[in-house]
């Protein structure tokens, strides 16, 4: 089962590009933190423990994410959050964590202008498509 998020943050530290083991496709793991302002007993607004999302990225999006992004860049998420579980190596015990999914089939992921500007280039197939 997985659950639909959107969210906006920032890019904990440079994607990483990776690719699969069944057909060597690229895809991208990252971790993006999301700031959340508060207010204190004596009324002034602060910054709350960001919250950390892990996200992975498939298809397209996942090479222009690696080739456009690095640390600390803002960045909005839209994709299905599942949870992934593998044994662990040592132990044998179930380990799990949770992973917001963005691939060619569902999902958003761009970067966030709301402190930023910046220049689109489009991918060669894109502007053909046109």
């Not at 998420?77 to 044998?92: A, F, I, N, Q």
Request: with cysteine.
């Amino acid at each position: 089962m997985s659950t639909t998020v959107t969210f906006a943050g920032n890019l904990a530290e440079a994607p990483e590009l990776h690719h699969t083991r069944e057909n060597n496709k690229p895809f991208v793991t990252c971790r993006v933190l999301v700031n959340r302002r508060i207010q204190n007993d004596q009324g002034e607004w602060v910054s709350d423990e960001p919250t950390a999302h892990n996200v992975k990225i498939f298809g397209s999006a996942a090479t222009h994410v690696h080739d456009s992004c690095g640390s600390g860049d803002p960045i909005f998420v839209h994709g299905l959050e599942r949870t992934e579980s593998w044994p662990d190596k040592e132990t044998g015990e179930k380990r799990t964590k949770d992973v917001v999914v963005v691939d060619n089939r569902f999902g958003e992921v761009g970067i966030s202008l709301k402190y930023v500007s910046a220049r689109i280039d489009r991918a060669p197939h894109a502007a053909q498509a046109s």
